[in-house]
T-cell receptor, first 111, second 112 residues
Framework: RKEVEQDPGPFNVPEGATVAFNCTYS??????FFWYRQDCRKEPKLLMS???SGNEDGRFTAQLNRASQYISLLIRDSKLSDSATYLC????????????FGAGTRLAVHP | NAGVTQTPKFQVLKTGQSMTLQCAQDMNHNSMYWYRQDPGMGLRLIYY???????DKGEVPNGYNVSRLNKREFSLRLESAAPSQTSVYFC???????????FGPGTRLLVL
């Protein structure tokens, strides 16, 4: 079983749609959680951290359910520029900040 | 402020050849990392350096060596390239006390 699992997609949605991505992680000792965004043939960049209470950044909302070991990302009012691959990332803690990356969910927003 | 830079951007090697991938960061970060990314898989950690003068193995270190030359630079060496090392390689850095890793643009390596 992969340590971080995501639906690979692609999710094809029209502009203005709301889309949700899910992610599950296997290690209950995981300490912190993130969503990174990766554009085609580019490097990953931090989109947002995920907090236990849930958090929002503009059109993006992230949720964490520690009991179910489940993380979600909701994008409202999708834009063409949101087209990218979204990586679910878990930090197992430890001194060297060991990040475990999911394989990513691809989003394609069309006009 | 260039952030994290990597050279080369692309490289084609023949099996058995050696090469060094270069990485530098100008953010005065303590920790640096090397990852590889393969289709359908998440980024996997090859080696990391928690601080200048230290290096440690990650998840997939076999076939690679690293050097933390100074605080800015962290190189990855393939001594005898194999087709299984065809991948995209990303270098990243992180400031102590934070969790965000900043990635370089990547090196695309093809081993024939």
């Amino acid at each position: 079983r992969k340590e971080v699992e995501q639906d690979p997609g692609p999710f094809n949605v029209p502009e203005g749609a709301t889309v949700a991505f899910n992610c599950t992680y296997s290690n209950s000792a995981s300490q912190s959680f993130f969503w990174y965004r990766q554009d085609c043939r580019k490097e990953p960049k931090l989109l947002m951290s995920v907090y236990s209470s849930g958090n929002e950044d503009g059109r993006f909302t992230a949720q964490l359910n520690r009991a179910s070991q489940y993380i979600s990302l909701l994008i409202r009012d999708s834009k063409l520029s949101d087209s990218a691959t979204y990586l679910c990332v878990v930090n197992l803690s430890g001194g060297y900040n060991k990040l475990i990356f999911g394989a990513g969910t691809r989003l394609a927003v069309h006009p | 402020n260039a952030g994290v830079t990597q050279t080369p951007k692309f490289q084609v090697l023949k099996t058995g050849q050696s090469m060094t991938l270069q990485c530098a960061q100008d953010m005065n970060h303590n920790s640096m990392y090397w990852y590889r990314q393969d289709p359908g898989m998440g980024l996997r950690l090859i080696y990391y350096s928690a601080s200048e003068g230290t290096t440690d193995k990650g998840e997939v270190p076999n076939g690679y060596n690293v050097s933390r030359l100074n605080k800015r630079e962290f190189s990855l060496r393939l001594e005898s390239a194999a087709p299984s090392q065809t991948s995209v390689y990303f270098c990243a850095s992180r400031q102590r006390g934070t969790e965000t890793q900043y990635f370089g643009p990547g090196t695309r390596l093809l081993v024939l």
